[in-house]
C-alpha cells in the first residue's frame, strides 16, 4: 500500500526509545518511518537536537498512534492487542 501523507507523531530521544515505540506501533500494524540527523547518528548522540529521532507514520493512522503513545506514556499498554478472554 502507498501512503502519501506521512507525519510525525512523536519526537524522542535516541534510538532505544524510537525503536520501543517503532515496535509497539507495529504490532499494531501502523507503518512507521524513523527520521534522524545524520550527524548525530554517525557519532552516537542520544541527547540534545542531534540525539532527536522522528516518529513517522501515514496520516490515516494518526489518531491511533496518538492513542497507542497515551497509552505507552501512562504505562497501560497490557489493554493492546487482541483479548483472547
Same mark, same amino acid.
Given at each position: 500500500?502507498?501512503?502519501?501523507?506521512?507525519? #510525525?507523531?512523536? #519526537?524522542?530521544?535516541?534510538? $532505544?526509545?524510537?525503536?520501543?515505540? @517503532?515496535?509497539?506501533?507495529?504490532? %499494531?500494524?501502523?507503518?512507521?518511518?524513523? *527520521?534522524?540527523?545524520?550527524?548525530? +547518528?554517525?557519532?552516537?548522540? #542520544?541527547?540534545? $537536537?542531534?540525539?532527536?529521532?522522528?516518529?513517522?507514520?501515514? @496520516?490515516?493512522?494518526? @489518531?491511533?498512534?496518538? *492513542?497507542?503513545?497515551? %497509552?505507552? @506514556? +501512562?504505562? *497501560? $499498554?497490557? %489493554?493492546?492487542?487482541?483479548?483472547? #478472554?
Amino acid at each position: 500500500m502507498n501512503y502519501d501523507d506521512w507525519v #510525525t507523531l512523536e #519526537t524522542v530521544q535516541g534510538d $532505544l526509545e524510537a525503536e520501543l515505540i @517503532k515496535g509497539l506501533l507495529e504490532a %499494531q500494524d501502523i507503518p512507521v518511518l524513523l *527520521s534522524r540527523e545524520g550527524a548525530g +547518528r554517525a557519532f552516537g548522540f #542520544t541527547v540534545g $537536537l542531534l540525539g532527536e529521532v522522528e516518529i513517522l507514520i501515514p @496520516k490515516i493512522f494518526e @489518531k491511533q498512534g496518538n *492513542s497507542i503513545i497515551e %497509552q505507552y @506514556k +501512562r504505562g *497501560s $499498554l497490557e %489493554q493492546l492487542g487482541n483479548d483472547e #478472554t
